[in-house]
């Protein structure tokens, strides 16, 4: 791809995730319901309204695009997809009906099996997440949802950048060593983990936190590692794996030590790692 369409995918892909934030806090402030999906996980008016968002603005580039609340596409017709989409629409939709502000949208471009372009947008917060192959990570605060109209188009893109942070951003002087962990899907894995690297360490600090939030810490540098010992899928994992990587660090699955890859026949990641790549 060309640097232009390059920054044509990156300018579009916020646009529509701040796009589909108005449309998650538009439902977040009422009285939603929640449906059971067939595996349980809850499923909210917000998931629907963002997914729809999200499609539309990317189907214009042609490109397959493979979402949480999307059809379930065969495998045969995935394998031929060399470059597509990644998309949770609403990441964390726990956190969401509990109502602590800890979700987020993520839209990741993969290609060749690995995401190359990240956008994760925390709408509660205003603060936004994006990263390129080729430019880097970078955090932007107070990034309004109506701000999804001034940024549609590559020139403007370029002005996002000046006023944007550059990830990680500086490393706290003595900070001691920090684990990013998961708000509502602790396991006896993870707590075993901490211990372990409690003895070894001596001072570990432990952050919790919801839905890809806990690859913005690892990428901004608040975090050392983050540790998942349970299930999620690639649409859970793919922007925030492509930020922390053009931030300088690695997400590798735990028995191998190989990053993440992805649009595989079983869509379920194994567990892993994210975190500096001098630590991992």
């Given at each position: 791809?060309?640097?232009?369409?390059?920054?044509?995918?990156?300018?579009?892909?916020?646009?529509?995730?701040?796009?589909?934030?108005?449309?998650?806090?538009?439902?977040?402030?009422?009285?939603?319901?929640?449906?059971?999906?067939?595996?349980?996980?809850?499923?909210?008016?917000?998931?629907?309204?963002?997914?729809?968002?999200?499609?539309?603005?990317?189907?214009?580039?042609g490109l397959p695009l493979l979402s949480e609340e999307g059809r379930e596409v065969p495998w045969q017709t995935r394998s031929d997809w060399d470059t597509l989409w990644v998309v949770d629409p609403l990441d964390g939709t726990k956190e969401f009906v509990k109502r602590n502000d800890e979700f987020t949208v993520n839209i990741a471009l993969v290609e060749n099996k690995i995401p190359v372009m990240g956008v994760i947008y925390v709408p509660v917060a205003g603060t936004l997440y994006f990263a390129q192959r080729e430019i880097g990570a970078f955090k932007v605060t107070g990034f309004d949802c109506g701000d999804a109209r001034r940024i549609a188009a590559p020139v403007v893109l370029a002005d996002l950048l000046q006023g944007a942070q550059r990830l990680p951003l500086a490393e706290p002087p003595g900070a001691a060593f920090t684990i990013a962990g998961s708000r509502s899907h602790g396991?006896?894995?993870?707590?075993?983990?901490?211990?372990?690297?409690?003895?070894?360490?001596?001072?570990?600090?432990?952050?919790?936190?919801?839905?890809?939030?806990?690859?913005?810490?690892?990428?901004?540098?608040?975090?050392?590692?983050?540790?998942?010992?349970?299930?999620?899928?690639?649409?859970?994992?793919?922007?925030?794996?492509a930020i922390v990587t053009a931030s300088g660090g690695s997400v590798v699955a735990q028995e191998t030590g190989r990053p993440l890859v992805y649009n595989k026949q079983d869509l379920l990641n194994p567990w892993f790692f994210a975190g500096r790549k001098e630590i991992l």
């Open positions: 791809m060309t640097i232009t369409r390059d920054r044509e995918y990156l300018a579009e892909a916020i646009r529509a995730a701040a796009q589909a934030g108005r449309a998650i806090l538009e439902v977040y402030h009422t009285d939603f319901q929640v449906e059971d999906k067939a595996d349980r996980s809850p499923l909210t008016l917000a998931d629907k309204r963002s997914h729809q968002i999200i499609t539309a603005a990317l189907q214009p580039f396991t006896g894995e993870l707590a075993r983990f901490v211990e372990d690297q409690r003895r070894r360490r001596g001072r570990i600090e432990f952050i919790s936190a919801g839905s890809s939030l806990k690859f913005c810490l690892v990428a901004e540098g608040k975090a050392d590692i983050y540790p998942r010992f349970g299930p999620t899928s690639e649409w859970d994992t793919a922007a925030g794996q």
